[in-house]
Every structure is written in C-alpha cells, then in structure tokens.
C-alpha cells in the first residue's frame, strides 16, 4: 500500500558497501500509514514529526500548521530536520535508536531499540545483476508510538553503470520464527509462531507487535528469512539468513 508518507521517505538514500539503497525512515507499515508527506501527525493536543533519528513533538496551540483552518498568519510551523524551527516554541526531541549490528550478534541484549539487518548474497555468472535478499527486524519506539516488525527483500543491483540496489521478484519469500514477550508485572513471557509466505513477490514487511501503551518489558524475536526463485534458464537463488533481536526495558533507579 503506497501512501502519502513514501515521498517523504524515498528521500533517505545511504551507500553501504556495495551501492546506493533507498531506506525507510519509518519501518512499521501501520505507523506509516498515518503520517502525512512530512511524516507528521496529531494526537490529542500534541502534535509530532517523524525524522530518520528523531521525532519532535510540541502542544497543538504552539505549531501553525500550513492550510490548517485557523492559520492565517501566514508563518506555519513544521518541527523536525528538514524545515525551520522556531526557537520561541517549546520542543520535546525524542531519539530514535538504531543499532545496525544486532543480527549479527546472536544472544546480544540492549537497553536501547533499534534494528538490524542480515542478508545473504548470491553468484549468478554472466548475469549482469547481482542478486541478495535482505532480511530485517525492528524494535522501534518513536516516542508517542512503540512496535516490533520485520522485512524481507529480494533486490538487484547492475554489476555497472549505476550501482543502486533494487527490488527483484521472485517466486517465493518466507519469513518465519517466535515472537516472545512479557507484559509489566507477568512472571512469565508468552510466545506465538509467525509465518508469512508470499509468491510472485518483491518483499515482505510486517508489524508483529504495537505496544501502543508500551506494557511491554521484555521482546524477543528469532526469524529465519529465506528466499527461492528459479530463472527461465534454469539458473537459482535458493538462500536464507537468520535474524535474532532482544530487548530489555531498562531498570529505573
């Protein structure tokens, strides 16, 4: 489902080791949906923006929001990195943690979310593509709103020219695992299987869990991502890559 908000967030390109990728500054395909094409929203009397590494947020009665009814001054304030800020209006600036190697360390435990990534890529000779798939799991709090998500994508790059990765379709795509959790004041964690397969398909992306009250102290999810496709001559990309990501509320003195 495209929305307003992918304009906004199709601007965020990074270069990792192997070309340009376009990103997302909000994973969670729900969340998404309700920002508008500054990746903003309101909440009762608050009003906040979504940046890739933080969200702003100020009392309705001191942000002017252009076309917004009542706004006739002329002067609308938007909060976060890409506009101007007014330095008389009181802000809150809430950071959001990303912590791009927790995939690759199985076991490992933080106080601060964020997501990682694992991905595994293939040789085809004579192609000239390169092929990879991409998996992900998140465990986002952009302060008004809390989730935990995944994502698997099929992508290719040209071995020339412009080295952009881009998403391939493929046969298949798998994502399956244990969501585990435990609510403030259980002794336990409770666990659910998650499985999501799609055929003819460039990517998966899912949110398993919004801790819209944020009652959650303990998040654990295991997944193992994978991906099948056969060529029209003959050619494969059979593969997977395991994902791990764990979260503890930290301890308040």
Not at 197 to 226: Q, W, Y
Request: charged share 25%; net charge positive; proline share 3%.
């Amino acid at each position: 489902m495209r929305t307003e908000f992918d304009e906004f967030i199709n601007q965020f390109q990074y270069s990792d080791n192997d070309g340009l990728e376009v990103d997302r500054i909000v994973e969670d395909p729900v969340f998404e949906t309700l920002l508008n094409q500054e990746g903003m929203i309101q909440i009762a009397d608050t009003i906040y923006q979504v940046t890739r590494d933080y969200v702003y947020s100020t009392h309705v009665d001191n942000a002017l929001i252009p076309g917004k009814a009542g706004s006739d001054t002329g002067q609308g304030v938007l909060l976060g990195n890409q506009v101007t800020l007014s330095s008389t209006i009181p802000l809150v600036k809430h950071k959001v943690d990303r912590v791009a190697d927790v995939l690759a360390n199985p076991g490992k435990n933080m106080d601060v979310m964020g997501r990682g990534e694992c991905y595994k890529s293939f040789e085809t000779p004579g192609s000239k593509y390169r092929y990879r798939m991409k998996g992900s799991i998140w465990i986002n709090n952009w302060g008004p709103y809390r989730s935990v998500g995944t994502e698997l994508e099929s992508q290719k790059i040209k071995r020339r020219g412009l080295r952009r990765w881009r998403h391939h379709k493929v046969n298949k795509l798998e994502i399956s695992g244990l969501f585990s959790s435990r609510e403030k004041g259980a002794a336990l964690m409770s666990r659910r299987p998650l499985k999501w397969v799609k055929h003819n398909a460039e990517e998966i992306r899912k949110t398993i869990e919004r801790d819209r009250n944020k009652s959650l102290i303990d998040i654990t999810v295991s997944l193992s991502h994978s991906l099948n496709h056969v060529f029209s001559d003959g050619g494969t990309l059979v593969g997977s890559c395991y994902g791990y990501r764990a979260w503890t509320a930290p301890t308040r003195e």
